[in-house]
């Protein structure tokens, strides 16, 4: 264990103290967000990014250990395990290594090679081995068998009992570790991934065409990028693309003894010479590899014209192209993947926290327009504290076209309900709706009274992802819920609050269908919802959340809480009423005191019995701001929100033994902004009028837009045309941008420019230094567009020109309803 805790220590940068500490907790019960924020003490300030690192590398190497133990008792069964060996398997750093190692006395089927040897011809290969001066025709005469082996095996002549010390060799070296991993570092940092399309591929196909980029492609394999390998991979699994790695050019015929070790080739066949595909190294040329000749250079041959070296040359091309080419283009695939995988779900990760993390509108009343044509936009009004008001249908789209009735039943939901913030939906037909909206809002600006009879304020309409609110709407939450709410509707309500609370409302939803990932269903699922729910937790935890009003999917985000007690805090509360102290947690059916600990600091109280409870601050250090209280003489409604008073306190006056300065800081900061919320504030993006469609964009055009997507090589932006535009992260400023992020976060409000529109295939590009010039010159505009093909996406009108007037007059005579 000594051992796993220094190399965790190196590896996140921390001290093996720290790392014990953090360690101790994790296995005592405790979760990452109370370690993070209440125990900054024990393991000296770390953070929850490196606390995340070191649950995770915990858990690997706790694994490598085991697997390290399984693996020496097999080999000690076998009577084979040598103190060199047990030294090289305690050292080995990988699970990778450990296997390398491990393969020789891993139990297998019965190889070739393995038959060889039981026909006693071993000692023939190792005589070649040894003197390759010894001619292989004479030498094998003594091993050749008068008839088959009972089970087939065929050694009866000289070729074949050959063939014998080829398996032999060639598995031998197939089970060298060192070499094995020697090559795997030289194929990794040299060979080349490349894909063509497969042959008879129909390039016009809209599937076959979006791997386009990938027709004719190589990379350097260390230097893939995630997207591109996982782009490979997919048209590879598709069957589109052909995949394989690529090595130097083959080495060129040398004399004998000479330049490559492997002398020229003779006229003579061998019969024993590979007759498998060709490995990717080796393409289509009988010319030696340079894998090959890396393999004779461990091996410390070399041809120099003797008898055997003409069999060993082919017994060493065996063994790369047969034995080791395709396991280690599998190997390094593998290794590829995984590491693709791991930076696409930090994409993903990092997209989630910033849209989580999204500013909230706040409690206001809310109406959500969940867009759609010909079933209609369903529209749900929901309270400032997220309450489902009333729900509709409107037509104002295709077949039906309803467009003042539908200003009008928007109108009168409006007026009734006192409507603060529309919610649009970015779904089909989001920007019509959008129009629709707008239109609406022009009306009412010109309504004297709302349903209280005061002045109507101003109303601002905002375009929200919709990404999952219809696997909410299907979800048995949901229908728990919403009960009595058709399943259409649903998501018009979801709309409506994620605008109130993004946090609050997707938290209901699994994280992979919100959407903002990059190769999701590519990569390792498993570990995929790991990080996501670590993601979701840390999100929930820094916020914190309201007690009393939180829903049973929020509170089970909560550290230390699951679903049962978040289901049984709800129960306890429509029993009990709303909560007044955090004590009263306690109070709660299977909420012990280890539970209240973990969970109690990130749980809000608003108006309770005790101040304290509606900020950051652990019930366990009360004792603490006591100790402030009597010391500064000023009850706690005058320490609160002080700033000046706060910051004239010094953190050690109040330390104890159990909660020392750095805790007794972080109290002091809590109480100068007691519940602060650490999202930003609330802003609008605004789409430009006349702009619905993807064929209505023009290259130069400057618009406003969400940030909607941010992958490795750039960040998509939301511009109200039914699909996102790509700022590539060389469009992303006037310097060199090493990852996205730096610029540019999800839900971030950008104005771009227009470089570049394909409407045949749905790209738009962009870019944020606007003061790029459009990247082609070649044709006009029109020409251009019609050539993209301008109509390959059907467009819905709006409806045409409606009289204001008369959608006015309908709207007055709500006024008195």
């Given at each position: 264990m000594q051992a796993i805790l220094r190399q965790i220590a190196a590896e996140i940068h921390a001290t093996e103290s720290q790392v014990k500490a953090a360690v101790d907790l994790l296995d005592g019960g405790a979760t990452v967000p109370f370690i993070a924020r209440y125990r900054k003490e024990a393991t000296g300030g770390l953070d929850d990014a490196q606390l995340r690192e070191l649950q995770t590398r915990l858990t690997y190497l706790r694994e490598l250990v085991d697997r390290r133990a399984a693996v020496l008792k097999s080999i000690e069964e076998q009577g084979k395990l040598t103190p060199e060996l047990r030294a090289a398997i305690e050292a080995a750093p990988t699970k990778q290594e450990l296997e390398d190692l491990y393969l020789p006395y891993k139990p297998k089927r019965r190889t070739k090679g393995q038959i060889a040897r039981e026909f006693g011809i071993e000692p023939l290969a190792d005589a070649l081995w040894a003197d390759p001066q010894l001619d292989p025709q004479a030498a094998a005469q003594p091993y050749v068998r008068t008839e088959k082996g009972e089970g087939g095996e065929d050694f009866t002549t000289v070729q074949a009992v050959l063939d014998g010390v080829r398996d032999i060799l060639s598995e031998r070296w197939t089970e060298d570790a060192a070499l094995v991993q020697n090559l795997r570092e030289w194929l990794w940092a040299e060979g080349l991934l490349q894909s063509k399309l497969v042959t008879g591929k129909n390039e016009a196909d809209p599937e076959v065409a979006k791997f386009r980029d990938y027709f004719d492609y190589d990379e350097p394999m260390a230097r893939v990028p995630s997207h591109r390998a996982l782009a490979v991979f997919r048209g590879r699994q598709l069957e589109i693309l052909d995949a394989k790695l690529v090595l130097p050019e083959a080495l060129p015929p040398s004399p004998a003894g000479?330049?490559?070790?492997?002398?020229?080739?003779?006229?003579?066949?061998?019969?024993?010479?590979?007759?498998?595909?060709?490995?990717?190294?080796?393409?289509?040329?009988?010319?030696?590899?340079l894998a090959e000749g890396r393999i004779a250079l461990h091996l410390g041959w070399s041809h120099q014209g003797r008898p055997a070296d003409d069999l060993l040359r082919k017994c060493i091309a065996w063994t790369w192209r047969v034995k080791l080419g395709l396991s280690l283009e599998r190997d390094l695939f593998a290794r590829l993947r995984e590491a693709a995988e791991a930076v696409a779900i930090k994409v993903f990760a990092d997209n989630l926290r910033d849209l989580l993390l999204a500013a909230p509108a706040g409690q206001k009343v809310v109406m959500g327009l969940d867009p759609g044509i010909r079933t209609g936009v369903k529209v749900a009004v929901v309270d400032a504290t997220g309450k489902l008001l009333e729900t509709a249908t409107i037509y104002p789209h295709e077949p039906r076209r309803d467009w003042d009735g539908s200003l009008t039943a928007l109108g009168r939901l409006v007026q009734k309900h006192g409507v603060q913030l529309i919610a649009i939906g970015n779904g089909t037909a989001s920007r019509e709706t959008d129009k629709l909206a707008g239109e609406l809002l022009k009306l009412i600006q010109n309504m004297p009274q709302t349903h209280t009879g005061q002045a109507q304020a101003a109303i601002q309409k905002v375009v929200v992802s919709e990404a999952g609110a219809s696997v909410y709407s299907a979800s048995e939450y949901a229908s728990q819920e919403l009960p009595d709410v058709d399943v259409s509707l649903r998501g018009a309500a979801s709309i409506a609050r994620r605008l109130q609370d993004p946090l609050a409302e997707l938290v209901k939803i699994d994280p992979k269908s919100i959407g903002v990932g990059q190769y999701q269903h590519d990569v390792n699922q498993s570990q995929l919802a790991h990080t996501l729910d670590a993601v979701v937790e840390d999100c929930v935890n820094g916020v914190g959340v309201d007690l009393n009003t939180a829903s049973a999917p929020l509170l089970a985000r909560v550290s230390g809480l699951t679903q049962t007690t978040a289901k049984a805090i709800v129960r306890w509360r429509e029993q009990h009423g709303a909560f007044a102290s955090r004590q009263q947690l306690l109070k709660v059916t299977g909420l012990g005191p280890k539970t209240f600990e973990q969970s109690a600091g990130f749980l809000r109280i608003r108006g309770g019995e005790n101040p304290l409870d509606v900020t950051g601050v652990h019930p366990e250090t009360y004792p603490v701001i006591e100790r402030i209280i009597t010391q500064t003489g000023k009850p706690i409604d005058q320490l609160m929100g002080r700033t000046e008073v706060l910051k004239s306190l010094k953190p050690e006056q109040f330390a104890t033994p159990q909660f020392g300065a750095i805790t007794v800081k972080d109290i002091l900061q809590e109480l100068e902004k007691p519940g602060r919320d650490p999202r930003p504030d609330f802003a609008v993006a605004r789409f430009n009028d006349g702009v619905q469609d993807i064929a209505d964009l023009k290259e130069g055009m400057v618009l406003?837009?969400?940030?909607?997507?941010?992958?490795?090589?750039?960040?998509?932006?939301?511009?109200?045309?039914?699909?996102?535009?790509?700022?590539?992260?060389?469009?992303?400023?006037?310097?060199?941008?090493?990852?996205?992020?730096?610029?540019?976060?999800?839900?971030?409000?950008?104005?771009v420019k227009v470089l570049e529109v394909d409407a045949a295939r749905k790209r738009i590009s962009l870019t944020m230094k606007l003061d790029a010039a459009p990247t082609r010159r070649d044709a006009p505009r029109e020409n251009r567009y019609e050539a993209a093909g301008r109509s390959a996406r059907t467009r819905v009108d709006a409806p045409p020109a409606t009289t204001m007037a008369s959608a006015f007059e309908k709207l007055k005579g709500l006024q008195g309803r």
């Open positions: 000479g330049g490559s070790g492997w002398g020229p080739a003779k006229a003579v066949p061998y019969a024993g010479q590979p007759s498998s595909p060709p490995s990717p190294s080796v393409g289509k040329s009988n010319s030696p590899s406003e837009g969400t940030v909607s997507n941010v992958a490795a090589f750039g960040a998509f932006v939301d511009l109200g045309v039914h699909q996102d535009g790509l700022v590539h992260v060389s469009q992303l400023a006037n310097r060199f941008v090493a990852d996205a992020r730096e610029i540019v976060k999800t839900g971030q409000i950008v104005k």
